[in-house]
């Protein structure tokens, strides 16, 4: 069963890890076709003192299912719904939305704490595949 309702939970480590929820599933309708429209989902967040709890987040992504919505819209409602809900320090949500007419639309929306600053860039990728064998 959809809704709107967002549960949370409190973080209960003092660490701030970063998060990052995927759904290839989100739909909603065209506001001006009916037509289905249909979207991956890419969740980041830094917390601040409470998490979004999974199912509560399955379940409100399904509720826009029969909704009509234009793409920026609905992604910047959804951010902000977050943000209401778990007041992080960063978070970022990526909407890729299927083609549609031969069009790809992609959308990123943020939000971030008044004076929240990133901490500097780890690269991990900067060693090589199997750097850990030498010869």
Not at 39 to 63: G, N, Q
Request: glycine share 6%; with cysteine.
């Amino acid at each position: 069963m959809a809704s709107k309702l967002l549960e949370t939970f409190a973080i209960l480590t003092r660490a701030r890890l970063p998060h990052s929820h995927g759904n290839p599933e989100f739909t909603c309708l065209c506001p001006k076709t009916g037509q289905p429209d249909f979207a991956t989902l890419i969740l980041d967040y830094i917390a601040d003192t409470t998490c979004v709890e999974l199912k509560s987040l399955k379940l409100y992504i399904w509720s826009f299912r029969n909704e009509g919505h234009f793409h920026e819209d609905v992604t910047n409602r959804i951010l902000d719904d977050l943000v209401a809900a778990i007041q992080p320090r960063f978070m970022r949500l990526t909407a890729k939305f299927y083609v549609r007419g031969g069009i790809f639309t992609n959308i990123v929306t943020e939000h971030r704490k008044p004076g929240w600053q990133a901490q500097p860039l780890v690269d991990l990728m900067q060693f090589e595949t199997q750097s850990n064998t030498r010869g």
